[in-house]
């Protein structure tokens, strides 16, 4: 009798347990912690740091239980197999499909966020004061609910354009941008420095999507004023000159937004400033250091602020923003071509080196130790992506100049085993559990490298863990209920636009679906729909040109999949009525009238004449 009674109480405690980890009890969880209405510098420091704990992981059923989607990937594979392109188009409009759909529901939720006094939104799901910061809200939340309403919903987008005037016209004349407590509009000085790298997030990771996605348009110009401003009390000096912060986080930020500002506008003191801060890096620091990039330097003693080596996010942005500015160097033929490729090269040589598993993934951190170089304990690295993106780009650029270098095929040759062994990681824990942050980066991480290096199981991996990720979105549509909800949409729409290769329609509407397939003759294509729908099919456009000389890879880019130019010819034939005719590049790119009637598809071959 006491044995079964032992029983009976570990079994309801392991009920317990397991209702308090499922996702619908969790929603009937607080979320939230409350603050004072009249929040002030500290609070909001506290909200940060407490923010950060507040996650929880959801359970999700592996694909390898047989889930429906498990049984969609098999018919991709089938289908691709038997070379069957359109079946494949088929396929792939449905994940797409999902994807936008999940990107809408997460669009709406937040919709209902905008708080009314000031248009912005929260940070934070926070009982009591919210607030509108800039190195998360408007960098990681907001560019993406732009992006989202831009191909989702018209009447979101316009509101959205009216949030972007709003934070612009809350800072306070040729001063940088400060947090905001939603509803009464105060501004909270953080200091000059928090200002600083509040500003450089929104530049690098917020402005830089939308014109690498949207092209042209308020945020580029808002990106312009931001940046002059950051330049123009910039507190660190150097022996090269004033930089913006002693961290490596903020000036690889900047280095990014520099190089994308200067080829965009081909103003000529973008490339100073980058110029300087490249400098400083490699020609000051680097050769201290031991060719480490230190996450913080200390100037004035001349070593390590912290013995920190960042090979994450929040520290791996001045490396690839070094390698984009060497590429930039490079295919200019400009004079630091020569002096910035040996220090750069050097550097990432040992990284490889040094920071990296058996398998090709990237630490998250080294601690140097004196001489001694020790992995910091934790998660491997969840954007790996974004630092085989710097090596990438500049295997290309190298490549492309001529400038012979030894590392050059080292580097793709690393990074096609890293993809071809990353389904090693199916349902990784990347950040200690399973968690969104973790999966959207990684998946992002891929999609950046797969666009130029095709692994047919990295691609079978990726549609694995994008099933995974969408696992764990609520039926309200949000995820977090902050703002790392962006990420989720970012990742949502790139996974998307891969499994369209770029096209998409106009308007946007939630029952009617396009996937496509690049096949060895041409692009296959499939829209159907179950009521009637009437609109333009657009293609992509080599949306490169403005953002950067080459197509190279990039943090924050939105990779070109199936890309049409202005002045060719296209043969377009309907293969269900094996009808056709030919279109011009500019049409295409403009976007085609097409109609579906209720319950109907269209199945294309889009093939460009040479």
Request: hydrophobic letters at 40%; charged letters at 25%.
């Amino acid at each position: 009798m006491r044995h079964k009674k032992i029983i009976i109480t570990v079994c309801f405690i392991a009920l317990i347990i397991g209702l308090y980890f499922t996702p619908w009890v969790q929603q009937l969880l607080p979320k939230s912690l409350s603050c004072s209405p009249g929040a002030d510098l500290d609070d909001i420091r506290d909200m940060r740091r407490t923010s950060k704990k507040k996650f929880r992981s959801h359970k999700i059923s592996p694909l390898t239980f047989k889930t429906l989607q498990y049984y969609l990937l098999q018919e991709l594979d089938d289908a691709v197999r038997e070379k069957n392109f359109a079946e494949a188009a088929k396929l792939n409009s449905v994940l797409a499909s999902e994807a936008f759909n999940r990107a809408e529901a997460m669009l709406d939720y937040w919709m209902q966020q905008q708080d009314p006094a000031t248009g912005l939104f929260p940070g934070y799901a926070y009982a009591g004061t919210k607030f509108w910061d800039y190195r998360n809200v408007a960098a990681d939340l907001f560019p993406f609910l732009i992006i989202a309403a831009h191909f989702i919903d018209d009447q979101a987008y316009t509101k959205l354009l009216a949030t972007l005037k709003k934070e612009k016209s809350l800072s306070q004349p040729f001063a940088l941008p400060q947090t905001v407590l939603l509803g009464s509009g105060k501004l909270i000085d953080e200091g000059l420095k928090e200002q600083i790298f509040g500003a450089a997030e929104y530049i690098k990771d917020g402005l830089v999507p939308m014109t690498e996605r949207l092209g042209r348009g308020a945020w580029l110009d808002r990106m312009e004023e931001l940046m002059s401003r950051i330049w123009a009390v910039a507190p660190v000096q150097t022996s090269y000159g004033a930089i913006p912060s002693d961290l490596a986080e903020p000036n690889g930020d900047l280095l990014q937004g520099l190089c994308r500002l200067y080829s965009a506008t081909g103003k000529n003191i973008y490339l100073e400033w980058a110029e300087r801060l490249g400098d400083v890096y490699l020609f000051e620091i680097l050769p201290r250091s031991g060719f480490l990039p230190p996450k913080q330097w200390d100037f004035k003693s001349g070593n390590f602020a912290t013995n920190e080596v960042w090979l994450r996010d929040h520290g791996n942005e001045l490396i690839t923003g070094l390698a984009e500015l060497a590429c930039i160097e490079c295919l200019e033929s400009r004079p630091r071509c020569g002096t910035y490729i040996p220090p750069l090269l050097t550097m990432m040589d040992l990284l490889l080196a040094k920071g990296r598993n058996k398998d090709g993934l990237w630490f998250n951190a080294l601690d140097r130790k004196g001489e001694e170089l020790k992995v910091r304990k934790g998660p491997i690295c969840d954007n790996w992506g974004y630092m085989y993106a710097a090596y990438l780009a500049l295997a290309q650029v190298l490549e492309k100049k001529g400038i012979p270098n030894t590392s050059v095929h080292t580097y793709r040759q690393e990074v096609k085993r890293t993809l071809e062994n990353i389904h090693l990681y199916s349902f990784f824990p990347w950040e200690r559990k399973f968690e969104m942050d973790g999966q959207v980066d990684s998946i992002e991480s891929a999609l950046y490298l797969l666009n130029r290096i095709p692994v047919p199981g990295a691609f079978r991996w990726m549609d694995e863990e994008a099933g995974s990720l969408f696992a764990l979105q609520k039926p309200d549509g949000s995820v977090n209920r902050d703002y790392l909800d962006g990420n989720f949409i970012r990742t949502s729409l790139l996974y998307g636009f891969y499994k369209t290769q770029g096209t998409y329609l106009k308007p946007w509407q939630e029952n009617v679906r396009v996937g496509a397939y690049p096949g060895p003759d041409g692009l296959y294509l499939h829209m159907e729909c179950e009521t009637a729908w009437q609109g333009k099919l657009h293609f992509d456009t080599p949306r490169h040109q403005l953002t950067c000389p080459v197509n190279y890879p990039r943090v924050n880019e939105w990779p070109e999949w199936f890309v049409v130019e202005k002045d060719a010819q296209y043969a377009v034939t309907d293969l269900k009525n094996n009808t056709g005719r030919t279109y011009r590049g500019s049409e295409l790119m403009s976007g085609i009238s097409m109609s579906l009637e209720n319950h109907s598809f269209v199945s294309l071959l889009i093939k460009k004449k040479l």
